[in-house]
Nanobody, 117 residues
Framework: QVQLVESGGGLVQPGGSLRLSCEAS????????MSWYRQAPGKQRDLVAL???????NYADSVKGRFTISRDKAKNTVYLQMNSLKPEDTAVYYC???????????WGQGTQVTVSS
């Protein structure tokens, strides 16, 4: 079992920045690919960014060049640095842990990000 706790959401003006954190506990963090998803009201949950166990990253086209995902294995934490935020980035952001070998899949509770003037 893995427990994921997100933090760092909030209200920010367009053009501003936020850093989301997701701390994992309960299992070996290093075996999990970590991702951030987001879900806006009335829309499906979409992948924002992914970082593999080896450190490779992938991003949704809508956030490329603005968002950066990283992981600190010593702290069992994954981050999402969000810059140049736009109103369309407003959503609940969820952290996900996925173990490729076992297909174990875990979600955090979500953190709200609101981009508005």
């Amino acid at each position: 079992q893995v427990q994921l706790v997100e933090s760092g959401g909030g209200l920010v003006q367009p053009g501003g920045s936020l850093r989301l954190s997701c701390e994992a506990s309960g299992s070996d963090f290093s075996v999990y690919a970590m991702s951030w998803y987001r879900q806006a009201p009335g829309k499906q949950r979409d992948l924002v960014a992914l970082i593999t166990t080896g450190g490779s990253t992938n991003y949704a086209d809508s956030v490329k060049g603005r968002f950066t995902i990283s992981r600190d294995k010593a702290k069992n934490t994954v981050y999402l640095q969000m810059n140049s935020l736009k109103p369309e980035d407003t959503a609940v952001y969820y952290c996900n842990a996925y173990a490729p070998r076992t297909s174990d899949d875990y979600w955090g509770q979500g953190t709200q990000v609101t981009v508005s003037s």
